[in-house]
């Protein structure tokens, strides 16, 4: 089993950049595939990014290709997601997210068995 916990969320002026942090206790996250979601008041969770670290890929939702990227480091057993750039429609909550399922599709919810709390974003135009 993990537990994830995100940090890093906070209110930035558009244009600007934020780092979330999501530390992994129990397993290495190397275990798992590793995703971003968030979830925009109002609105259904939606897939941001996610990494297979078996096959070294990374993946992203159209809308954050260029502007965000997922990175992990083992030393501290954390995901990152590095947002630059970032747009008023980027506010939401962040949840990072840890599926054990080898070959589950990443965008899908569904995917992941252990979740986050959460971190607000929110971005300011």
């Known amino acids: 089993q993990v537990q994830l916990a995100e940090s890093g969320g906070g209110l930035v002026q558009a244009g600007g950049s934020l780092r979330l942090s999501c530390a992994s206790s129990?397993?290495?996250?190397?275990?798992?595939?590793m995703g971003w979601f968030r979830q925009a008041t109002g609105k259904d969770r939606e897939f941001v990014a996610a990494a297979t670290w078996t096959a070294g890929s990374t993946y992203y939702v159209d809308s954050v290709k260029g502007r965000f990227t997922i990175s992990g480091d083992t030393a501290k057993n954390t995901v990152y997601l590095q947002m630059n750039s970032l747009k008023p429609e980027d506010t939401a909550v962040y949840y990072c997210?840890?599926?054990?399922?080898?070959?589950?599709?990443?965008?899908?919810?569904?995917?992941?068995?252990?979740w986050g709390q959460g971190t607000q974003v929110t971005v300011s135009s």
């Open positions: 997210a840890a599926g054990s399922r080898r070959g589950a599709p990443v965008r899908e919810t569904s995917s992941y068995n252990y």
């Open positions: 129990g397993r290495s996250f190397t275990s798992y595939n």
